[in-house]
């Protein structure tokens, strides 16, 4: 939580006499469809604060960087028993030396891909058990990001995710690209850029560009890829073929953002009462997008703190076209949300007033849509 609110400080804090005012007008409004109201059960209660993501793993609930020491703890679905840590973070042949972030998982949710941005390395772990039945993850493959660059630049990922064609799509700080995104290959080689701004105004000469402002969470449904930004309202999904062909089925923005551009090198929010914060998370099922959204004035972090601009709204999303169709007010703020396998159950990270976790039922939601 500590970086995420550094990096809204430095995407948010700024206004200047050389900076270039813009606006981006809304093309679907969150805020016309009708607010409902949700109510889960709390399925976890002790949750640690640390955690840098939570998603579903063949049954169990992964929650990602739980603390300094550990790569993952794991948390049976069904009935919220701990199973325990495991990976060590550390200086060994199999540890990282940093928390992770989350890339992506196999199909049956034995292995476990994480991004260690300290050392930019790709580890590949399968997930199994010790002699006495803890979790134990096993390193079976190390990448190195070292070498990929974009252009001149060696490039930083803020995220990574991986398709199940086994390309990746990064989301980088800075480029001299045009565009935001990056395709890699299998072995993590760039293959191109692609992506409109989501926010026009920074430069187009082939100069590096501060891509801090667009920071945001990227999921993965089969192969299709959907960027949700966290400092304004926008998401989008692109369509990527086995051959990296890239195609933008949709993209909008959900609602009004005033911004300015530095000397066309980058993105400050305004802490004016219309620019709303954006989206916290996305979970992506066979139908239907669920977003934690906030939707609150990004001033509000500068009047009291960060917390005061995490979501309070869950919005779910049609897949197909990006129309949204259901809102709902949430009993906490909150931050992460993962989808159970079956699509039967959403589960929801609370982080205030109280950390925990709240399971909700997807039907409860459809059926108030429908």
Known sequence: ???????????????????????????????????????????????????????????????????????????????????????IVGQGPEDMQARPQYVGKSAKGDTIRLYDYNER????????????????????????????????????????????????????????????????????????????????????????????????????????????ADLFSYMARYDISDTGEVTQTWGHQYAYVDYEVYKEWSISFKRCEDNLCGFSDIAIGEKYIFATYSGIPIGEMFKHNAYAIAAQTLVVINKEDGAVLGRFKLSSRSAFLCLSDDEEHLYVMNIDPELQVERIEVDDLLDKID
């Open 1 to 87: 939580m500590v970086i995420l609110f550094v990096l809204l400080v430095i995407a948010a804090g700024f206004c200047c006499t050389s900076c270039e005012n813009h606006a981006r007008l809304v093309t679907y409004s969150i805020f016309d469809v009708p607010l409902d109201s949700v109510t889960g059960e709390v399925w976890f209660p002790e949750l640690l604060a640390d955690a840098f993501g939570m998603v579903n793993l063949s049954s169990k609930l992964c929650f990602i960087g739980p603390d300094k020491q550990h790569l993952v703890y794991l948390v049976d679905e069904k009935t919220g028993k701990e199973w325990g840590y495991a990976g």
């Open 121 to 228: 390395k790709l580890n590949t772990y399968w997930v199994t058990q010790t002699a006495d039945g803890l979790p134990k993850l096993k390193l079976v493959e190390k990448k190195s990001l070292l070498d990929t660059k974009v252009g001149k630049m060696t490039n930083s990922y803020m995220h990574l995710c991986r398709l199940d064609n086994g390309l990746y799509v990064g989301l980088g700080y800075f480029s001299e690209s045009d565009q935001f995104l990056t395709l890699l290959d299998k072995d993590l080689n760039v293959i191109k850029q692609f992506g409109e701004q989501p926010l026009s105004g920074l430069r187009s000469d082939g100069k590096i560009k501060n891509y801090s402002g667009f920071q945001g969470h990227m999921s993965v449904r089969g192969n299709s890829i959907f960027y949700a």
